[in-house]
């Protein structure tokens, strides 16, 4: 079966090395499942062409605009996510926020995640553990050992191999996630990751029975 | 059907202008709105209920006597009552004597409403909102239909031996719609009570409000009120019009712009392809309106928001009259040719609920059937084999 790799990258120039880094990400994780003996396929969401929808989203009381509501519907219906951020003000960019906090709060519970960040200096290298990881933590998300970041050195510099082995090291993280996860339909569900999710709010969630509610007053 | 206008009451600066009006300007103002629904053949009109500012519509009954006593046949409601803050004693007082007043004029709507600064200065916690809305309306149920009520509840102090005066007129309790934009707790119990759902049709996409509506349909029939096409549905709506689709929206654009519910966040353009808003010509409002039914089913009440974001008096009575004259005598025409015989074409009214007669079950307490969920299960397993 074709595991389904959904991108999330926040670069906000163009070209972009945010980008740079998710498409190797990408690339290395299609070839870590590959050995594994499965196929792979790859969706990019760019957040930058999501800004104004975002904010139009967040500015009417939260309603999707269509283009938010598929890119959420991408997301809930993902294998795996690779999430690619630059680093602004010592964190994750506004505009990935944005979007995280759009995101249902199931959305992506139980789901494994490899988590990247690019910034001018590695001196902001541990931005990966003090924001993203505990960012994903309370999504519930399966945030993968090794994160991966890069400073602007580590595309042409002498720390430019090491980069490549990092990206290898956790994009295998992540194919034995994916993979390891095994197939619908055989036996039950452990984690529960298939239900409960969704794309949206929907008034197709299962829904109490209105004794049940007037018994425990809606609690 | 039934077709009217409801307004949030919010005092607005006039961004053209610059100019706020008093609370006072727009109290009368809406009154007139009111008058001039009946005179120009609308049916109801509803007002919300806040007790914060930019809002002034803190005394919906007291509003509603006003208007009740300056017209013959507009029908009056809430869009929305709190059943979360104000207490159901409360309640089932003022609107059953609004009810005498109006000689049957009156339903209500339902709603929790509100943000979470307002909850505590009634006594109340807002993370306790849906057992709150559950259990008030419950007490709210029994009070208009029991004689006399022995209660304990969790949220207001007990009642022994209490019967509350007046007495429904005619014995009938004003019919009951409940408004909810996404909760499907709402909606269930809507269905629960047989009571009406109304969904407010503005901030959502049409698919969401459908996706809602269902929800409430099959649960309706699923407690065995009639059909899930025979449920009782209302809309909001939102439009602005003028003579051609350009006019329209050079006129609405700077309101629109910085309205306080979604000003300087979608273009008017976007907004208008996100919700049902149409600002355009009549004739376009019709057509947009009569998909509504496409979308959610034949409906019985279609509601039109008209009168916010600072949008001047006379402007919003011409809007009125375009909507009775132009507009709604060709949606009633042609909702109705579309509608099946079996679905009714109107709420429940007093003049319907009295001729029931005292049995019907809109005088019970819980009217919902017992359903063996069993006996269900199985019927829905032959309906898939």
């Given amino acids: ?219 | 059907m039934q077709f009217g206008i409801f307004s949030v009451g919010d005092v607005t600066q006039d961004p053209t202008t610059g100019r706020t009006p008093s609370e006072g300007e727009r109290i009368s103002a809406m009154s007139a709105y009111a008058l001039k629904a009946e005179e120009v053949g609308l049916d109801v009109f509803a007002t919300g209920e806040h007790h914060n500012p930019p809002f002034m519509t803190s005394a919906p009954t007291t509003h509603l006597a006003w208007i009740a006593a300056q017209t013959q046949r507009l029908q009056l409601s809430t869009s929305t009552t709190l059943i979360t803050t104000t207490d159901p004693v409360r309640i089932a007082e003022d609107y059953a004597f609004l009810q005498h007043l109006s000689g049957g004029r009156v339903d209500l709507m339902m709603g929790r409403g509100n943000t979470g600064p307002v909850y505590p200065w009634f006594g109340k916690d807002i993370r306790q909102g849906l057992p709150l809305a559950i259990e008030n309306y419950h007490l709210l149920r029994r009070l208009w239909r029991e004689e006399v009520v022995d209660w304990q509840g969790k949220f207001r102090t007990p009642l022994q031996g209490f019967t509350s005066t007046p007495r429904p007129l005619d014995g009938a309790p004003p019919f009951v719609w409940h408004g909810s934009i996404r909760s499907t707790e709402i909606a269930e119990q809507a269905a629960y009570y047989g009571d009406g759902f109304f969904h407010n049709n503005i901030f959502w996409n049409i698919e969401h409000t459908a996706q809602m509506v269902d929800l409430y349909r099959r649960r309706f029939e699923h407690y065995g009120h009639g059909s899930k096409d025979q449920a009782i549905v209302g809309l909001g709506g939102q439009v602005f019009m003028a003579g051609t689709e350009a006019e329209a929206k050079k006129a609405f654009r700077p309101y629109f712009d910085v309205a306080p519910v979604y000003g300087h966040g979608p273009s008017l353009e976007g907004f208008t392809r996100m919700t049902p808003l149409t600002v355009g010509t009549p004739e376009m409002v019709i057509e947009r309106t009569l998909g509504f039914a496409d979308a959610v089913g034949d409906y019985q009440r279609q509601m039109f928001l008209m009168d916010h974001a600072g949008l001047p008096k006379d402007v919003v009575l011409e809007q009125i009259e375009i909507l009775g004259r132009e507009v709604v005598p060709v949606l009633r025409r042609e909702f109705e040719a579309r509608r099946p015989a079996h679905v009714p074409s109107d709420p429940p009214t007093h003049a319907s609920l009295v001729a029931d007669g005292p049995g019907a079950p809109h005088h019970l307490v819980a009217p919902a059937a017992k359903v063996d969920l069993r006996a269900d299960r199985t019927e829905s397993e032959h309906a898939t084999a």
Avoid at chain 1, 59 to 70: L, N
Avoid at chain 1, 173 to 183: R, T
């Fill in chain 1, 1 to 219: 079966m074709t595991r389904r790799i959904v991108v999330l990258t926040a670069g906000l120039s163009q070209p972009s090395s945010t980008r740079l880094l998710a498409d190797r990400l990408a690339d290395a994780v299609t070839t870590q499942v590959s050995a594994r003996g499965e196929a792979a396929s790859v969706e990019v969401i760019e957040l930058r062409e999501l800004a104004h929808d975002l904010a139009t989203t967040m500015t009417t009381g939260g309603m999707p605009t269509p283009a938010v509501e598929e890119a959420r519907a991408t997301v809930a219906g993902a294998d795996a996510l690779i999430a690619v951020t630059p680093v602004f003000a010592a964190s994750y960019s506004g505009l990935f926020k944005m979007f995280v906090d759009v995101l249902d709060p199931e959305a992506i519970a139980g789901m494994p995640v490899l988590v990247a960040a690019t910034a001018g200096t590695a001196r902001h290298q541990l931005v990966l553990e003090h924001a993203l990881r505990p960012l994903f933590s309370y999504l519930r998300a399966a945030v993968v050992p090794t994160g991966v970041f890069a400073a602007t050195d580590d595309f042409g510099g002498p720390g430019s191999q090491d980069l490549g082995r990092r990206i290898s090291r956790a994009a295998g993280e992540l194919a034995a996630a994916v993979v390891s996860a095994g197939v619908a339909g055989f036996g039950p569900e452990a984690s529960g990751r298939e239900t409960g999710r969704g794309g949206g709010r929907g008034s197709e969630a299962e829904v109490t029975d209105f004794e049940d509610l007037l018994a425990g007053l809606g609690q």
